[in-house]
């Protein structure tokens, strides 16, 4: 009945926030610059419950956002995965509920992510894929902004 | 925490290779459609222009034949809205055209040019007061023009302007109960006064004793009227009062040729300027 009511829950946070996300990105992006919910999320749940759960819901957060771009078929979707796992190894040594080291996690994610897409579209296509310099320098902030709110906004697990 | 290591090390494994797998193969064509297909459904903006036919040629005849069919039935959406608001419009100018042809047989008096004008306004508080029409100064209209109505008898007073500006003016209307007219019954032989009731019927008063006016009867503007040219359709005879011992004048009810509160288009009377005489110059 646990396992159900979790798989549920999961459920609904994987398509509550693949449709935010594409609302987000879509209808309220200035500029074009919409912060990568998907991203934060998967480190924030990494974070707080550890990386299984986060690797399964990343992959397919990224699959989602494969599917949106016109990107390497496979590409967000791994590298959600390894964002969930590294994240995941290093939840222990920081206090990650905090909203301060949401956002560090978060910016150095978001800037991990970037390099990672470029890296990969590079060994498949050989041709470093550049989110060019705006994207670069400011989504990360956003979405460490993002992280911290969603830390600050979500209630805390009892022994976290 | 061992467990938890030992899992998402086996997590990873599995997903790495599923990513790896799914980047190694080429686009095949079921994903190459269901992203199209996603994509289409999440942002159909992108479909469209010249990226859209590299992209859309691209993929298999299904996926495209789906994809061009739901873009073809929203143009096809937009031109049977546009035929939709073209047909009512098409509706309303043959109504228009109608009027308009009613319009062109009606000839005004002679010595006198119409201009047609279109009532813009009218008072709320009393359809049987005054309109607005849209000729005004610039085209020049003046105060005590006559206003005529288009009736089935031909041309027919409605009232006279009382009021110019550049674009427009106010026409107070026969049957508002400060107009009056001198009008005489269609023998000819017995004149009298016609004046506003604020309502839609007209009083024609001051006929002379021996005056025998009958219902249906046609009257018409005097030739004796200040403002209108004579022999003008006013209205027809109603009703005629029953005579007063009092009162050395008889009356009757008159029911107006040209229903005012529902007019249209109104022509308004110009006096035609007499032609400038040349003189030759004295030798």
Redesign the interface.
């Known amino acids: 009945m646990k396992s159900l009511q979790s798989l549920l829950q999961s459920l609904a946070v994987f398509f509550g926030a693949a449709f935010l996300q ?1 609302l987000w990105s ?1 209808h309220f992006a200035p500029y074009g610059i919409a912060p990568q919910l998907l991203l934060v999320l998967t480190v924030a749940e990494a974070s707080r419950r ?3 759960r986060a ?2 819901l990343g ?1 397919f957060w ?1 699959l989602f956002l ?3 771009s016109a990107r ?4 967000d ?2 590298a959600l ?2 964002l969930a ?1 590294a994240t ?2 290093v939840r ?1 040594q920081m206090d990650s509920g905090e909203a301060a080291p949401q956002a560090v996690l978060a910016v150095s994610a978001s800037w991990a992510y970037f390099l990672f897409l470029g890296v ?1 579209s590079w060994i ?1 296509t050989q041709r470093f894929s550049w989110v060019g310099w705006t994207n670069f320098l400011v989504l990360p902030f956003y979405n460490g902004i993002l992280a911290a709110v969603l830390a600050l906004v979500r209630p805390r697990r009892r022994g976290t | 925490m061992q467990r938890e290591a030992k899992i998402s090390n086996y997590f990873l494994a599995f997903y790495c290779a599923v990513c790896l797998l799914l980047l190694s193969l080429p686009l095949s064509v079921p994903v190459a459609s269901l992203k199209a297909g996603v994509v289409y459904i999440m942002d159909p903006a992108i479909f469209t222009g010249e990226k859209a036919q590299e992209r859309l040629a691209q993929l298999p005849e299904r996926i495209r034949g789906l994809i061009t069919a739901d873009q073809e039935n929203q143009v096809f959406r937009a031109q049977a809205q546009e035929s939709l608001w073209l047909e009512d419009n098409l509706k309303e100018l043959s109504v228009e055209n109608q009027r308009l042809r009613s319009l062109l047989g009606l000839r005004a008096p002679r010595g006198w040019s119409p201009l047609w004008a279109r009532v813009m306004e009218r008072d709320p508080l009393n359809r049987y007061h005054s309109f607005l029409v849209d000729a005004g100064q610039n085209e020049g209209v003046a105060v005590d023009d006559p206003v005529l109505g288009p009736s089935p008898a031909g041309l027919a007073v409605v009232g006279r302007v009382v009021e110019v500006r550049p674009l427009s003016s106010v026409v107070l209307l026969l049957t508002d109960e400060l107009s009056a007219v001198a009008a005489d019954i269609s023998s000819g032989t017995v004149e009298g006064l016609v004046q506003g009731q604020g309502d839609a019927r007209l009083l024609l008063n001051y006929l002379p004793p021996g005056a025998e006016p009958q219902a249906g009867e046609t009257v018409y503007t005097s030739p004796t009227s200040a403002v209108f040219p004579g022999n003008i359709p006013i209205g027809m005879v109603a009703k005629v009062r029953p005579e007063d011992p009092f009162l050395a004048v008889k009356s009757a009810e008159i029911r107006p040729e040209v229903d005012a509160a529902a007019l249209a288009d109104v022509a308004i009377l110009i006096k035609r300027a007499a032609r400038p005489v040349l003189l030759e110059p004295a030798k």
Do not use: I
Not at chain 1, 72 to 75: I, K, S, T, V, W
């Open positions: 594409w879509s550890g990386a299984p690797m399964a992959f990224g494969d599917s949106m390497l078929f496979g590409a979707a791994l995965v390894l796992y995941g190894l222990y990969v498949f």
